[in-house]
C-alpha cells in the first residue's frame, strides 16, 4: 500500500496561517502550544531529550521491548512528560502493539482495502469532511488525507463486521493518520478496539454503546466521591455526565480539546489506558470547581463543554491528572455496573418471558 504522511501529499498554506500541528489557524483559536522563539538553550535540551529517546528505542524500535522491561518506571515518566513529536507515530506504535500486528499479517490490510466491499462505505463517505476539518490534510475533498481516512475506517469496518463504522472512529483514525501512514494506522486501530494492550475499546462503538455507559457510570461516582459539592450541585441542576463526557472517550478528548492537549493525553492513554480519561475529566472539574458550583443549568452546560483556556494548559492540568488514583476504584464501580446492569436485564428477561406466557 502507498505511505505517504501529510507533509508528504498536502500542499500546505503560508505558514503564518496554520499551527505547527497543521491547523489553519482563526482568530478566535486558543494558542496551539508555546510558540515563541526558542532560545538557543531550550533547543539544547530538546536535542538532549530526543537523543535519550533515540537511545531508548534503538534503530526502528529493536531495543524498546528489552529497555521497557528493564527500566519501565523511566518510560513512564518520559512518556508523561510528553513524546518529542518527530518520534510520535513511532512510539505509539510500540507501546500500543500495533507494531507486532502489522508484523504478524502481512497483506491483510491492502485485502481489506481493495478487494473487500463495507455496508458502511456511504456512512463513512458523509462523515469524511467532518473530521479535523480545519486541518490541512483533510480540507481537500477528495484528496489524499480524506482517501486516507477512508480507506482505514472502511478496511475496520470490513475487518470487524460487528463493530462496522461508528462516526466517533473518525477521529480515532485521523489522529493516527496524521503520524503514520494508512497501514499502521489501521493496525492501531486494531490495537486500541482488540485490546491488544489494554481493555478493548470496541465496546464504545457496538450498538447502544455499553462501555460508554459503563465509562460514564464509574466516572459519574469518582467525580461524586472526590468533589461532593460539585455532585450535589450536579444533582440539582439533573446534570449527568452523558451531556458533556461522552465525547472524552468516544474520541479520547480528540474532538474538541486543543491538538497540543489532546496528543499529551494520547501519549499516555495508549501507555497506561483509558484510566489517563478518567483522571483528565476529574482534573479538568477540580480546576475550574469553585466557578462551576455557582452556575445554573444552561451555562453550567456551557462551560462543561467549553473549558478556559488557562485549564488546557498540560503542563498545569496534566499534573493535576496524575495526582488522581483511580485504579482500584474503577476496578470496584465496574463491578457494581455489571452487577447493577446484570439485574436489570434479569428484569427485563423475565418480565419479557410472563408477557409471553
Known sequence: MEKKRVDESVQVPASGRVDRFGFVKQEHNSPDGPSRNKSALEY???QKILRKWRKMIGVGGSDWKHYVRRRGHVVK???RKGIPDCL?????QLISG???????????YEQLVIYETSASELDIIRDISRTFPSHVFYQQRHGPGQRSLYNVLKAYSVYDREVGYVQGMGYLAGLLLLYMSEEDAFWLVVAL?????HAPMEGLYLEGLPLVQ?????????????M???GEHFTEEMINPSMYGSQWFITVFSYSFPFHLALRIWDVFLYEGVKIVFKVGLALLKYCHDDLVKLPFEKL???????PDDAMNPDTLLPMAYSFKVSKRLEELKLEYEKIHGKVAESKSKQKQLQLA
Open 228 to 230: 461532593p459539592k460539585l
Open 88 to 92: 510520535r507515530g513511532l512510539v505509539w
Open 193 to 197: 478496539l482488540k485490546g491488544a494492550v
Open 98 to 108: 500495533s507494531r507486532d500486528l502489522l508484523l504478524m499479517n502481512p497483506g491483510v
Open 301 to 307: 452546560i456551557h462551560a462543561l463543554r467549553n473549558f
Open 214 to 226: 459503563q465509562y460514564l457510570f464509574q466516572f459519574d461516582r469518582l467525580m461524586r466521591e472526590y
Open 44 to 46: 539544547q535540551r530538546e
Open 77 to 79: 515518566r518520559r512518556i
